[in-house]
């Protein structure tokens, strides 16, 4: 399981030196992430206090509060907000991203599921998964046939 926010190191380090419990982790290409652990979301829910209700159900701890911070968050900034659920290759991964304190992409969702008939998983939507599709927008390159995730080792995460 990733619940994270991913940008430019410079922008998640700025994020994560206002919250104690935040945890930066450095990736490739000048990007990072912080995990958006049980008690970060504690802890943003309880000091941004938005009373709104979560604004995609397609996320587990996308809250309203943590929505809101995000989007004052990405005021002349890009951030994306990703999580991703899988087990023995079959689950789901959802993404959004904000810029200039909108909702520009998303959220996208993508499952994985196991298809009996044809004893193969099958992906929906087809096409390029949702965290990529965010990340390439993020502006993370690709290489050498690998896609944003994987160039970025987000599955060092899990």
Known sequence: MIHAIVGKSDVISKIASNWVVAELVVLKQGYSVIQVSDQLLDDINELVNSEKEAPYPEFYKLSSSLHELLKSESINKTLAYIESDYFGGIGAQSAVLYINSKTVLGPLKTEVKWCSNT????Q????QLAINSVLSLLGVSTSNGMGEFDVLQLDSLR
Do not use: S
């Open 124 to 127: 929906e939507p087809k096409g």
């Open 119 to 122: 004893n193969q998983y099958n």
